[in-house]
């Protein structure tokens, strides 16, 4: 069981510590609401993926493996984050942002719900979990029944928690050095940032979709 529970350890912040929307997001909240950020945004990630595990269990991962599956997702998170970064371009430029943040409960249930959204707007999260977590999750079942999915799940999060939490801690704690103008500088960076992983999407799906017709 400890070498399944590193296993999953080791997949899990291979995946995590890879550049992407998730990661870009937390840098952004981490500089308004400080080092807690990662942890709330972990969170809301660790509910999605604990839904996808049951839901593959139930045979959901055929349906996400599915060209139609992967080409919505694909559309609709792309908009969708690409709608979220030219929001942060456009508060960023009309100085609607600042380093201080006055609505914290507000803030945390927003940062919680767009964990899960992000994640769930991410055609490449949902196609690793039905294909590439499906197998170590069938390995894990096979070797420790429901114990063993347990173990993986316990491994694989917390993995995001570390990695994120760390990134978290670490911006949080700087924040303090940023002056209002470069912040809105990064703010506008990581917003494009988002807007290209948002067409990246699209384009991809689009592409799916012309393979088709």
């Known amino acids: 069981m400890i070498f399944l529970l590193f296993s999953a350890f080791v997949v899990g912040l291979s995946g995590a510590m890879m550049p992407g929307s998730l990661l870009t997001y937390t840098i952004k909240q981490a500089l ?10 972990t969170a809301g990630h660790a509910v999605l993926e604990l839904g996808l595990v049951i839901l593959i269990f139930m045979g959901f991962d055929i349906v996400l493996q599915s060209n139609a599956a992967q080409i919505c997702i694909g559309i609709v998170g ?16 009309k100085d609607r942002i600042s380093l201080q943040t006055d609505d914290k409960k507000a ?16 055609p490449y999260f949902l196609l690793w979990w039905a294909v590439v977590g499906l197998g ?11 114990i063993g999915v347990c173990i ?18 670490v911006v949080g704690k700087t924040k303090k050095f940023i002056r209002e103008k470069p912040y809105r500088i990064i703010i506008i960076v990581l917003g494009c940032l988002l807007i290209f992983f948002g067409i990246k999407f699209v384009y991809g799906a689009v592409a799916s979709l012309l393979t088709l017709i």
């Open 152 to 169: 993986f799940y316990i491994g694989h999060i917390c993995a995001d928690i570390i990695w994120y939490g760390f990134i978290s801690i």
């Open 107 to 122: 803030n945390s249930r927003n940062m919680f719900l767009s964990g899960m959204w992000i994640s769930a707007s991410n």
């Open 32 to 41: 308004s609401a400080g080092p807690k950020a990662g942890f709330i945004i």
């Open 136 to 146: 170590f999750i069938m390995q894990a079942f096979n070797s420790f029944g429901y």
């Open 78 to 93: 792309g908009l969708l984050l690409g709608w979220m970064g030219y929001g942060m371009i456009r508060d960023s430029l």
